[in-house]
Every structure is written in structure tokens, then in C-alpha cells.
């Protein structure tokens, strides 16, 4: 059946001068545009980078790199003989089918763009969202990237961000650490007072020029309860918390001045 074919004629019938044009000119094509591409990328880092902040950054340059990809997709097609407004109508019926089958892809992007504009937090922040906590690694238009503190990677959709509750630890440069604990209720509250005092001062990490926050909030079970509050820098948030709890461990024990606990009796009939 196949003796007869001329292998000649039909490699001289596929390998036309018009077609090795064709996969030539797409070759340069790709070849000139790739590198164009990511050199156009690295280019829109420099131009933008200091100058806006971090998630403005990457979105612009995600938007210039996505335009970019789609000028060289739809050049390498415009070679094959695809129609620019051919490729438009079926993308105009395509988006409408794929608008109705992703609602909620299309409320994540909605919700991003409102995350973007609104600026609650930014690249680099630790944050506390439901039940996440993380450093953001990047904001984008459909979720949001963290990395929480034992190294895992958590993603969030922006729809969640936005109706939740969120929690920015870094909004502010600085945070006051609260420790709140009972006291006993023979403890002479004056010279315990002074002993806070102090015990905020020798912390290294404390804000010198900003005054702890100490109040007796009211009586518990077994004692006076006491809220003690330390200002630091809010990189030195959870130094300064473990600091703290050293010192008043070493003090209260100088001191001979004991937290009270709940005793629990229980009783046979």
C-alpha cells in the first residue's frame, strides 16, 4: 500500500518556501521577543522600584509583563493567519461564558482591586486573618500569599481578606507588649508598682522615652489583677514579650512575691 507514495513529493508538498518563511519569521519572533520581554521586566523594577509601595510595585510590574506576553502571543498567532478581531470575538464570547462559570474568581479580582486602592497592609507585614497569622509574600488579584512563622505558606482569597476581620501588627512602628497576670492580695501594691516600673526599664528592647502602662484592672479569684504594658519597636514585639517574662520571673522571685492560682477542692461524700 505504501510502495507506491512518493515520499519526495510529499515532503516537497509540506516543506513549502511560504512555510519555511512562516517558521522562520516565528522563530525570530520568539527569539527577539522573550528576552525583549524580560528585559522590558527588569527594566519596569528599576523604573518603579522606592518610589511606590511594594504591592503597587509588583502589580505594575505583573500588568506590564502580562501586556507584554499578550503583544508577542497575539503577533506569533497574527503570523499563523488568526485575525486580531476574530481572536477579540471569541474572546468576547469566551469572557462571557467564563465570567458566568467563575463568580467567584471574578468577586476575588473585584476584592482585590479594593484591597490595592484601600492599602490596609503591605508586602512585608505580619498579619492576623481568621485564624492565620503570616508575613504577606505577596499581594495579588486573587489571594493573598503569607508565610507564617514555622515556615508555612498559607493562601488566602482576597474575598476572605475583605470580609474579615484583619489584624496589621506592623501598621505601626510601634506596639506596646501586654502581659496580664494576678497578684496576691497581701502583695503591697505600692512597691510592686515601682517593681514593674523598674522591671520595664532594665528591659533592653523597651522605649525608654515612652512611659510602661500599668493598671490594677480589678479583683480576680485569688488576687489583684494587674495589666502591665511596655512599649518597643514592633520588630521587637515577641523579643521584647519573652524579655519581660525573664525579668519578672527573676524579680517576683527576688522579691519573694508569689502569683496566686486557682485551687480546685474536691470532696467524697
Same mark, same amino acid.
Not at 497575539?74 to 499563523?80: A, G
Not at 471569541?90 to 469572557?95: D, T
Given at each position: 500500500?505504501?510502495?507506491?507514495?512518493?515520499? /519526495?513529493? %510529499?515532503? #516537497?508538498?509540506?516543506?513549502t518556501p511560504e512555510r519555511i518563511s512562516l517558521i522562520i519569521r516565528v522563530a525570530l519572533i520568539l527569539?527577539?521577543?522573550i528576552p525583549l520581554i524580560k528585559l522590558i521586566r527588569k527594566l519596569t523594577k528599576k523604573l518603579v522600584v522606592n518610589k511606590l509601595s511594594a504591592q503597587s510595585e509588583a502589580l505594575i510590574v505583573r500588568l506590564v509583563y502580562y501586556a507584554s506576553s499578550l503583544i508577542l502571543i497575539? /503577533?506569533? %498567532?497574527? #503570523?499563523?493567519g488568526f485575525k486580531l478581531s476574530a481572536l477579540l470575538g471569541?474572546?468576547?464570547?469566551?469572557?462571557i461564558a467564563i465570567g458566568f462559570a467563575s463568580q467567584t474568581s471574578v468577586s476575588n479580582i473585584i476584592s482585590g482591586i479594593f484591597l490595592i486602592s484601600e492599602k490596609p497592609f503591605e508586602i512585608g507585614d505580619f498579619i492576623k486573618v481568621g485564624n492565620c497569622e503570616g508575613t504577606i509574600h505577596s499581594i495579588d488579584l486573587l489571594s493573598i500569599k503569607l508565610n507564617?512563622?514555622?515556615n508555612r505558606f498559607i493562601r488566602v482569597p482576597n474575598e476572605t481578606m475583605i470580609k474579615s476581620e484583619v489584624i496589621n501588627y506592623h501598621r505601626y512602628p510601634?506596639?506596646?507588649?501586654?502581659?496580664?497576670?494576678?497578684v496576691s492580695f497581701e502583695t503591697d501594691l505600692e512597691p510592686f508598682l515601682a517593681l514593674l516600673r523598674d522591671v520595664a526599664d532594665q528591659a533592653t528592647l523597651s522605649l525608654?522615652?515612652?512611659?510602661?502602662?500599668?493598671?490594677?484592672?480589678?479583683?480576680?479569684?485569688?488576687?489583684?489583677s494587674i495589666l502591665f504594658g511596655v512599649w518597643c519597636n514592633s520588630t521587637d514585639f515577641f523579643a521584647l514579650r519573652d524579655e519581660l517574662i525573664i525579668i519578672?520571673?527573676?524579680s517576683f522571685t527576688k522579691n519573694n512575691i508569689e502569683i496566686p492560682f486557682t485551687t480546685i477542692s474536691l470532696y467524697n461524700d
Open positions: 500500500m505504501f510502495k507506491n507514495l512518493d515520499y /519526495t513529493k %510529499l515532503i #516537497e508538498q509540506f516543506i527569539i527577539i521577543g497575539v /503577533t506569533v %498567532l497574527n #503570523e499563523f471569541a474572546a468576547g464570547v469566551a469572557g507564617t512563622s514555622d510601634v506596639r506596646r507588649v501586654n502581659l496580664e497576670f494576678p525608654k522615652d515612652k512611659p510602661p502602662f500599668i493598671s490594677i484592672t480589678g479583683f480576680g479569684d485569688s488576687g489583684y519578672l520571673k527573676e
